[in-house]
Each structure stands twice: as C-alpha cells, then as structure tokens.
C-alpha cells in the first residue's frame, strides 16, 4: 500500500525493529537503495531492511564520495527510502559531518527522518572510499568522543563504528580501535576494506560477541564472499551498498547511447520496465484507489507500431 495510508506502516521505532532483525538466526543482509524506486523492488525481492550508501548518493548526485554532502542532503535521501518501502535503513554517517555536536545533530535529523541505524568512521576530513589508497585516520581517541556522542544523543538508532585502520595499522590496530569505540558505546563494528577471508575470520576471533559489519563492495580490495560464507566468518551484517547505482547507471549509459546512435529508444524497449511493471512497483492503483476522484487508468496494453517505412535502419 502507498506511504499515504499510514495505519500500513509499522508504528514502531526503526532503531527496535533493525535490533529484532539482529536478534533472528543467520546473517541480516542489506542491499544498498540509492532511491525510492530501488527500495521497492528490494522489498519486493524480499529483503528485510537496506542500506544507503553515501557513495551512491553522492554519485546519483554527479559528485564524488569525499564528504562533500550534508546532513539534511542525506536526510532527504532516508525519507525517499522509508517512505517508499518502510523497512530498517541503515545510513552511511561518513564521519559525522564535524566533531561531537556535529555527530549529536546528525544523530537526531537521522532519527527524525527514519533511519534505524548509522554508520560513523574514523577517518578525516576530506575522506574517501574506504577501499581507496592514503586514507588519513582520526586519533581513536577522538573519533571515541564521537561515537559516545552519537549514543547519548540517540533516541533508538542503532550505531555502527566503522574503522578504515586495517589498511595502515593492520588488524592489531583496527581490533585496538574497535574496542575502544565499543567501550565509548557504540552497538556494533564494521572493519573496513579486509583483504582476505582469514582477516575477516581474525577479526572476528578477536571480536567475540560484538556484532560485526561485512561490505561486499564490488571493484575494491575485498573479493567477493557471499552472505553465507560471511556468516561463517563470523559476521552478523552484510552489505552491498553502491550495486544498485552500479547497474542503473550502466543501463543509463547505454541507453543514452543507443538513443543517441538511433535517434531513438526502439533497440532499447526489452530492457526497459514496461509501463504496467513501473505502475505495479509503485502501487499506483493503490494510490487511485484513496482518492475516489480519480478515475481508475487503464495501462496501454502496447506501444503503437511504425509503418515499415518508418523503420529506422539499425
């Protein structure tokens, strides 16, 4: 049903219901939504809650991931997904928009716009891709100031500490780091950028109990692990959080070529989701059936045929 009809929605906190998926057996795998239309069809293909990267925000956007977005830009994105799917987001935090003030602020936009979970690193400004080279470390020190700030600000969202120190401190440094943030209160740890199953399976060894963040990124340092084979390792989330912006844009790049190259989009229609799968994915009946005014659409069963004349030649 439309986010229209309320009474639909769970009115429980997002933060207790993202906690009662981690509470179930097994892994809780999140794919990453770069939009609206993204977090429907995952909710249709029967995932349970999402993530939204700032990677693929910034990249919807024609920006580059280096911390150049804002907090109420981000806020934007979170209620396009909640909105259009209600489920459990998690939200990349980059770090935290500033120092502890900052987080607290970020914190409470973060809450009010629906998001169940949020995700700080400890890198600094300007920060990068945490698959990318010469990253530059917050002192652990201070980037603990930040989460305990992020958890006495928060209300019920659940907080993820991202460390990038695998990299350049290796995994003494990043378990080192990880517990520190967990003392400073944060609910779980996600170790960025591991280039191997037995570093993944290491950290975890030294991380007994804590709930542990995998990213399966594609194109990065980390080879490609299913969700099953994360469990395994140890770990209780899994993400992929710039796939879905991966294939729509590559579709797009195509498109625009094609379009360009025929003058038209007619090589282009078996890839294209037909009218009635647009209006079946957003519930667009449901949307006519609240307002008696509308008159029910009829969807075109098809588009109308060119002459053969009128055949452009491939």
Same mark, same amino acid.
């Not at 057996?25 to 794919?31: D, R, V, Y």
């Not at 979970?117 to 400890?122: L, N, S």
């Given at each position: 049903?439309?986010?229209?009809?309320?009474?639909?929605?769970?009115?429980?906190?997002?933060?207790?219901?993202?906690?009662?998926?981690?509470?179930?057996?097994?892994?809780?795998?999140?794919?990453?939504?770069?939009?609206?239309?993204?977090?429907?069809?995952?909710?249709?293909?029967?995932?349970?809650?999402?993530?939204?990267?700032?990677?693929?925000?910034?990249?919807?956007?024609?920006?580059?991931?280096?911390?150049?977005?804002?907090?109420?830009?981000?806020?934007?994105?979170?209620?396009?997904?909640?909105?259009?799917?209600?489920?459990?987001?998690?939200?990349?935090?980059?770090?935290?928009?500033?120092?502890?003030?900052?987080?607290?602020?970020?914190?409470?936009?973060?809450?009010?716009?629906?998001?169940?979970?949020?995700?700080?690193?400890?890198?600094?400004?300007?920060?990068?891709?945490?698959?990318?080279?010469?990253?530059?470390?917050?002192?652990?020190?201070?980037?603990?100031?930040?989460?305990?700030?992020?958890?006495?600000?928060?209300?019920?969202?659940?907080?993820?500490?991202?460390?990038?120190?695998?990299?350049?401190?290796?995994?003494?440094?990043?378990?080192?780091?990880?517990?520190?943030?967990?003392?400073?209160?944060?609910?779980?740890?996600?170790?960025?950028?591991? +280039?191997?199953?037995?570093?993944?399976?290491?950290?975890?060894?030294?991380?007994?109990?804590?709930?542990?963040?995998?990213?399966?990124?594609?194109?990065?340092?980390?080879?490609?692990? +299913?969700?099953?084979?994360?469990?395994?390792?140890?770990?209780?989330?899994?993400?992929? $959080?710039?796939?879905?912006?991966?294939?729509?844009?590559?579709?797009?790049?195509?498109?625009?070529?094609?379009?360009?190259?025929?003058?038209?989009?007619?090589?282009?229609?078996?890839?294209?989701? +037909?009218?009635?799968?647009?209006?079946? +994915?957003?519930?667009?009946?449901?949307?006519?059936?609240?307002?008696?005014?509308?008159?029910?659409?009829?969807?075109?069963?098809?588009? $109308?045929?060119?002459?053969?004349?009128?055949?452009?030649?491939?």
């Amino acid at each position: 049903m439309p986010y229209l009809a309320a009474t639909d929605f769970s009115p429980e906190p997002a933060g207790h219901r993202f906690r009662e998926l981690l509470k179930r057996p097994g892994i809780l795998p999140m794919p990453g939504a770069h939009n609206g239309m993204a977090a429907l069809q995952a909710r249709q293909a029967g995932f349970g809650a999402l993530y939204l990267s700032g990677a693929a925000m910034t990249a919807s956007m024609g920006l580059p991931d280096l911390g150049i977005i804002t907090v109420d830009e981000v806020a934007f994105f979170i209620r396009q997904l909640v909105r259009a799917a209600d489920l459990p987001v998690l939200v990349d935090g980059d770090t935290g928009y500033g120092e502890a003030l900052n987080v607290m602020h970020m914190v409470r936009v973060f809450e009010d716009a629906g998001a169940a979970a949020v995700q700080i690193e400890d890198q600094l400004l300007p920060k990068k891709c945490g698959h990318l080279n010469d990253k530059k470390l917050a002192d652990a020190q201070d980037f603990a100031a930040k989460v305990a700030a992020a958890a006495r600000a928060r209300r019920h969202l659940y907080i993820i500490a991202r460390t990038d120190a695998a990299a350049s401190e290796g995994i003494e440094g990043a378990v080192a780091r990880a517990r520190l943030y967990m003392q400073a209160g944060a609910d779980a740890i996600f170790p960025e950028a591991l +280039t191997t199953a037995e570093m993944f399976k290491e950290f975890a060894r030294r991380m007994p109990g804590v709930p542990l963040l995998a990213n399966m990124t594609e194109f990065g340092r980390t080879p490609f692990f +299913t969700a099953a084979e994360f469990e395994a390792m140890g770990y209780k989330m899994v993400i992929w $959080p710039v796939s879905s912006l991966r294939v729509a844009a590559h579709a797009q790049e195509r498109l625009y070529g094609a379009l360009k190259r025929d003058g038209g989009t007619h090589n282009m229609l078996d890839r294209m989701q +037909t009218r009635a799968e647009l209006y079946r +994915t957003i519930a667009y009946a449901d949307y006519e059936a609240l307002d008696a005014s509308i008159v029910q659409t009829i969807v075109p069963e098809g588009m $109308p045929q060119m002459s053969p004349s009128a055949v452009p030649v491939k």
